[in-house]
């Protein structure tokens, strides 16, 4: 509810708040409209939530801080539904292998892409600006608007003994005509969500600590068109014939993004004052510095020209007064090196946003909120020590350059042979496993697999299935066994994973469907559990709003996927004519998923029995939540013990 009249302050900023300010009520009110406040603002929507979103700059800023989005944040955008991938495939590019130079002379190849572990191979090199876009297209498709020109100015917890706590926030125009005062608001929220950066206002105004340090060096970052013989990749990362290090990042046509190390920060250096003073000439000697004699190097137009000092910093408590939320830079920053940075961004909003959408749909206690403190802290701390690895690590090549310089000379034609391994797994994000909490739950009596991929907390690990799509004609109308055909198509297990705050079951059924004498029996009684409990639990848990912008607002959806060798008759049982989400077959045929999520595919008894395989709950954020051996009555009632554990 709003007041028709107003209030305003003056441009020198002190605030006028009277029984006149406008007061606006909103479920959620988002501060910050970068890509971490726009992707909590679309996922929120789609899960029915009004939101509010403010932005204190005019516009998008045109310059971009990211440029790469790993492939654990593709895999989460891939989820939101379907389709929603193709708007960001459509306005990136796969990234390329980074390249390795000793001053020019090219060294070896380390690969950022991975194979066999998600579907999509390699990151997506896609600016910051070109993404928050994309994200604030669909949002205003929904029917919501970034309010640019608005900072907050104020914001607390306003607690009573008789009535739930609410979020009480000013807000200001920012932008008005010279002379003129501006305009406040007064904004009541059951939630407020911090995306405002790693200055944020928000942290500031509800004292929570930024604990961390600052690094005793100068970063120079450049955008804009060069001209240079370095042989051309989309990462280059050059070990300075002066010590220190060089890293060119490929943009579009020959525009490149420079980030150089630019020496130790003295006591008495005033940063804005090396800011006024950095010129294009620093940055072309710093260049050719690092670079063999010879080599072409000249600036052709400036885009960005800057100088910084990264820190290192996590918020001390993501989540204040069970009302306020931290995410992104408001809640951790570090070094650029890696590219942990807009990508932890966008995985804390995935973690939050199902956890907020389930307890504003009632469908979860609030005590479910203080989980994305708990999952999402240690992930910056993972984050920060990846980036300062990675950033101290390039300083040292540097130090040891003038000892090494000679052995890489001679090295040089083995290591360009050299591929290493090791680095993209953790860079893409896909080894992230959250610790066992209140909706990470062990199984109470059954043992615990070995492998750590394997527990829950884990990311649920992808691989290829085959989709059995019965056909609906005869395989040849003289065929006098009237054979059906059946058809598959390839899918991989993240695909269909698909929708906004939704538990997905995994049935692992492993050979049990299998046996051509039992097949029947099997099936019927595996597809009469699955209807029976999906029943159950569509009941007593559902959204009331519509979900997902669609029809289709079911909490829950179920998976039969089968391993051994199975027949065209087999094929086109009843939990082949299934609808997507009711217990739809796909066919494990190599049983590869089944070994990725540590439920044999054999039973050690005979074929076919149903004390095999087994059920794995996998998150609303791809997360393995709960599993369970088996695929019995009891079982079953186990995955319910699990959603009456988390849910309200």
């Given at each position: 509810?709003?007041?028709?009249?107003?209030?305003?302050?003056?441009?020198?900023?002190?605030?006028?708040?009277?029984?006149?300010?406008?007061?606006?009520?909103?479920?959620?009110?988002?501060?910050?409209?970068?890509?971490?406040?726009?992707?909590?603002?679309?996922?929120?929507?789609?899960?029915?939530?009004?939101?509010?979103?403010?932005?204190?700059?005019?516009?998008?800023?045109?310059?971009?801080?990211?440029?790469?989005?790993?492939?654990?944040?593709?895999?989460?955008?891939?989820?939101?539904?379907?389709?929603?991938?193709?708007?960001?495939?459509?306005?990136?590019?796969?990234?390329?292998?980074?390249?390795?130079?000793?001053?020019?002379?090219?060294?070896?190849?380390?690969?950022?892409?991975?194979?066999?572990?998600?579907?999509?191979?390699?990151?997506?090199?896609?600016?910051?600006?070109?993404?928050?876009?994309?994200?604030?297209?669909?949002?205003?498709?929904?029917?919501?608007?970034?309010?640019?020109?608005?900072?907050?100015?104020?914001?607390?917890?306003?607690?009573?003994?008789?009535?739930?706590?609410?979020?009480?926030?000013?807000?200001?125009?920012?932008?008005?005509?010279?002379?003129?005062?501006?305009?406040?608001?007064?904004?009541?929220?059951?939630?407020?969500?911090?995306?405002?950066?790693?200055?944020?206002?928000?942290?500031?105004?509800?004292?929570?600590?930024?604990?961390?340090?600052?690094?005793?060096?100068?970063?120079?970052?450049?955008?804009?068109?060069?001209?240079?013989?370095?042989?051309?990749?989309?990462?280059?990362?050059?070990?300075?014939?002066?010590?220190?290090?060089?890293?060119?990042?490929?943009?579009?046509?020959?525009?490149?993004?420079?980030?150089?190390?630019?020496?130790?920060?003295?006591?008495?250096?005033?940063?804005?004052?090396?800011?006024?003073?950095?010129?294009?000439?620093?940055?072309?000697?710093?260049?050719?510095?690092?670079?063999?004699?010879?080599?072409?190097?000249?600036?052709?137009?400036?885009?960005?020209?800057?100088?910084?000092?990264?820190?290192?910093?996590?918020?001390?408590?993501?989540?204040?007064?069970?009302?306020?939320?931290l995410a992104g830079d408001a809640a951790h920053v570090h070094s650029p090196a890696g590219g942990q940075g807009m990508n932890t961004g966008l995985q804390d909003a995935h973690n939050l946003a199902w956890k907020l959408g389930l307890v504003m749909n009632k469908l979860a206690p609030a005590t479910l909120l203080q989980s994305y403190h708990e999952e999402r802290q240690p992930m910056?701390?993972?984050?920060?020590?990846?980036?300062?690895?990675?950033?101290?690590?390039?300083?040292?090549?540097?130090?040891?350059?003038?000892?090494?310089?000679?052995?890489?000379?001679?090295?040089?034609?083995?290591?360009?042979?050299?591929?290493?391994?090791?680095?993209?797994?953790?860079?893409?994000?896909?080894?992230?496993?959250?610790?066992?909490?209140?909706?990470?739950?062990?199984?109470?009596?059954?043992?615990?697999?070995?492998?750590?991929?394997?527990?829950?907390?884990?990311?649920?690990?992808?691989?290829?299935?085959?989709?059995?799509?019965?056909?609906?004609?005869?395989?040849?109308?003289?065929?006098?066994?009237?054979?059906?055909?059946?058809?598959?198509?390839?899918?991989?297990?993240?695909?269909?994973?698909?929708?906004?705050?939704?538990?997905?079951?995994?049935?692992?059924?492993?050979?049990?469907?299998?046996?051509?004498?039992?097949?029947?029996?099997?099936?019927?009684?595996?597809?009469?559990?699955?209807?029976?409990?999906?029943?159950?639990?569509?009941?007593?848990?559902?959204?009331?709003?519509?979900?997902?912008?669609?029809?289709?607002?079911?909490?829950?959806?179920?998976?039969?996927?089968?391993?051994?060798?199975?027949?065209?008759?087999?094929?086109?049982?009843?939990?082949?004519?299934?609808?997507?989400?009711?217990?739809?077959?796909?066919?494990?045929?190599?049983?590869?998923?089944?070994?990725?999520?540590?439920?044999?595919?054999?039973?050690?008894?005979?074929?076919?029995?149903?004390?095999?395989?087994?059920?794995?709950?996998?998150?609303?954020?791809?997360?393995?939540?709960?599993?369970?051996?088996?695929?019995?009555?009891?079982?079953?009632?186990?995955?319910?013990?699990?959603?009456?554990?988390?849910?309200?």
């Open positions: 509810m709003s007041n028709s009249n107003s209030s305003t302050s003056s441009t020198s900023g002190s605030l006028v708040i009277d029984a006149s300010t406008p007061i606006q009520e909103i479920p959620v009110l988002i501060v910050g409209a970068g890509p971490v406040g726009l992707f909590e603002a679309v996922l929120l929507t789609k899960m029915g939530i009004r939101v509010r979103i403010i932005e204190r700059e005019p516009q998008i800023a045109p310059v971009s801080r990211a440029l790469g989005t790993h492939v654990r944040s593709l895999e989460i955008l891939a989820m939101v539904e379907e389709g929603f991938i193709d708007k960001f495939l459509s306005e990136g590019r796969p990234l390329d292998d980074a390249h390795l130079f000793y001053g020019s002379h090219p060294m070896c190849t380390m690969p950022v892409s991975i194979r066999n572990t998600s579907r999509f191979e390699m990151p997506l090199f896609m600016a910051q600006e070109r993404l928050s876009k994309v994200l604030e297209k669909d949002l205003a498709e929904m029917g919501v608007h970034v309010e640019y020109g608005w900072e907050l100015a104020d914001t607390e917890v306003v607690e009573s003994e008789d009535k739930e706590s609410y979020v009480k926030t000013v807000i200001r125009r920012m932008i008005v005509p010279k002379d003129q005062e501006r305009e406040i608001k007064v904004v009541q929220s059951e939630y407020l969500i911090a995306a405002d950066g790693g200055r944020s206002t928000v942290r500031h105004k509800i004292n929570v600590q930024f604990q961390g340090r600052t690094l005793p060096f100068k970063t120079m970052i450049f955008d804009g068109a060069i001209d240079t013989d370095l042989e051309n990749h989309d990462i280059r990362v050059i070990v300075g014939m002066n010590r220190k290090t060089l890293v060119l990042f490929h943009m579009h046509d020959n525009v490149h993004r420079i980030v150089l190390e630019y020496g130790e920060f003295a006591l008495d250096d005033d940063l804005d004052q090396v800011n006024r003073e950095l010129t294009i000439d620093d940055l072309e000697r710093n260049v050719r510095d690092c670079l063999h004699p010879g080599t072409k190097f000249k600036v052709l137009s400036k885009e960005w020209l800057s100088c910084f000092r990264i820190n290192e910093r996590r918020a001390e408590s993501y989540l204040h007064k069970g009302r306020i939320f910056a701390d993972r984050a920060i020590a990846l980036s300062s690895a990675l950033s101290l690590r390039a300083r040292d090549w540097g130090l040891v350059n003038f000892y090494m310089k000679r052995l890489f000379l001679i090295l040089s034609p083995l290591l360009s042979k050299i591929n290493f391994t090791v680095f993209p797994a953790a860079a893409n994000m896909l080894e992230i496993r959250y610790p066992v909490n209140g909706i990470n739950l062990p199984h109470k009596t059954q043992k615990q697999p070995k492998e750590e991929s394997h527990q829950v907390g884990t990311r649920a690990p992808d691989g290829l299935l085959l989709r059995i799509l019965p056909a609906l004609k005869d395989l040849s109308p003289v065929d006098k066994n009237n054979m059906i055909s059946v058809e598959e198509q390839e899918v991989y297990v993240q695909q269909v994973l698909v929708g906004v705050g939704r538990f997905h079951i995994l049935v692992l059924a492993g050979n049990a469907l299998a046996d051509p004498a039992s097949f029947q029996e099997r099936e019927e009684g595996l597809a009469k559990n699955i209807k029976e409990y999906l029943s159950q639990w569509r009941t007593r848990w559902h959204y009331t709003t519509v979900h997902c912008n669609k029809p289709d607002n079911q909490l829950f959806k179920a998976h039969v996927i089968a391993a051994g060798s199975l027949s065209d008759t087999q094929k086109n049982g009843q939990l082949a004519q299934r609808i997507h989400g009711d217990g739809q077959l796909f066919w494990d045929s190599s049983a590869e998923v089944h070994g990725k999520y540590g439920v044999p595919a054999k039973a050690k008894g005979r074929t076919g029995s149903m004390d095999q395989g087994g059920i794995v709950v996998v998150r609303p954020d791809s997360h393995i939540g709960f599993r369970v051996q088996g695929l019995d009555k009891s079982a079953w009632e186990d995955v319910t013990g699990y959603f009456e554990t988390i849910l309200a």
